[in-house]
């Protein structure tokens, strides 16, 4: 270890995809100091894609299949097995994850705060960032910080797209501008009603003469939901819902001229390749799981849902709670939503001029 300062770091963040693009400012601190510390970067299979890139910049990924038996943690022991590092960043707070760092050999774990820790963390670290109401993104770099890491005056990203993907996108993504929607979260609780998205988005291609292009995953809800969506549309319409690819479809959002979205991955992704984003929240803090350093055009209803179905006082409220009722997404007006997408497009015309 260099003046204080770790040649070998590790860091443990498995999923999800928006979680594993906000380490992304954590990477680039630490890639700017003067001898950066060789990165070894523990992720699941699943979100690897996104950020495979990086390994072209020396970031060392171990890609892992989620552990879910006690086979699966010896297999990883044997993997990791003489291998040992000055620091290990525990970035993820669950049994799943929590029991993969007894198993890496580290002079420091750096876990989160007794507020942020879940399922005993504290237990297998041995040192904790200071509590702090944050971002998660910022909670990131608060690691960073531990050791020596600067906090950047702005979120650095440099979210690499996958050269072919971006082939693909030109050659099928609308020509014209584009307004982007991914109207599933991972959690239906999350999700803003169909008909809603579906008139933000007629007015906004009557007003714009904007396309619209559909996208998210596999799941029934999501393919339900998009062909609701589709067919309530006049003007034109791309439904990719279930058909891309992790890479295309990050290609396709660097294309956009706006994203609206709850809160799920893709409003990360789009957030670290300078889209603007309208986000949609109530049931988290837009605070806490907003598009990091952009909030201006996110719709945060999450204070008023606090105070309607906890009944309780948002001031005083843990950062953490979520507001786990169906109807607190409904808080949000499709007026809001228009009147945020309409300063999303006027703030950021001149750039797409």
């Known amino acids: 270890m260099r003046a204080g300062l770790p040649e070998s770091i590790c860091i443990v963040r498995l999923s ?3 979680d594993v693009v906000m380490v992304l400012p954590l990477i680039r601190a630490l890639q700017a100091w003067p001898t950066p510390p060789k990165i070894t970067w523990i992720i699941a299979e699943g979100a690897y894609p996104l950020v495979s890139a990086l390994a072209a910049e020396g970031i060392e990924f171990i890609v892992l299949k989620k552990p879910r038996s006690v086979g699966d943690y010896w297999r990883f022991r044997q993997r990791m097995a003489g291998r040992r590092f000055d ?5 993820q707070a669950s049994w799943r994850a929590n029991f993969l760092y007894p198993l890496i050999n580290a002079g420091r774990k750096v876990g989160y705060d007794a507020d942020r820790a879940k399922d005993m963390h504290q237990w297998f670290v041995t040192e904790q960032i200071d509590a702090r ?5 910022a909670g990131f770099l608060q690691f960073g910080e531990r050791v020596g890491a600067s906090m950047p005056r702005a979120p650095e990203w440099a979210l690499p797209v996958e050269p072919l993907a971006q082939t693909w996108a030109a050659a099928n993504a609308p020509a014209a501008p584009f307004l982007a929607i991914n109207a599933c979260a991972s959690k239906a609780e999350r999700n803003w009603p169909a008909e809603r998205y579906a008139a933000v988005a007629k007015e906004l291609q009557r007003r714009h003469g904007l396309a619209v292009v559909l996208l998210g995953g596999r799941g029934d809800d999501e393919l339900r939901m998009a062909e609701e969506i589709a067919a309530a549309l006049d003007g034109p319409v791309v439904n990719w819902v279930g058909k891309t690819k992790l890479d295309q479809m990050v290609a396709v959002l660097a294309r956009a001229r706006l994203l609206l979205a709850p809160d799920t991955g893709a409003i990360h992704i789009a957030n670290a390749l300078g889209r603007p ?3 949609l929240y109530a049931v988290a803090r837009g605070e806490r799981t907003g598009p ?6 996110c719709v945060d209803r999450y204070a008023e849902a606090v105070r309607s179905f906890l ?8 950062w953490e709670v979520r507001v786990h009722d169906q109807r607190a997404m409904s808080l949000i007006t499709v007026a809001d939503v228009l009147n945020a997408c309409e300063r999303a497009l006027a703030a950021t015309e001149q750039v797409w001029d």
């Open 16 to 18: 999800a995809l928006g």
């Open 87 to 91: 620091v290990l960043f525990c970035l």
């Open 133 to 137: 109401r944050n971002h998660i993104a």
């Open 277 to 279: 984003v309208v986000g």
């Open 292 to 297: 990091f350093g952009r909030l201006d055009f």
């Open 311 to 318: 009944q309780r006082d948002p001031q005083t409220e843990s």
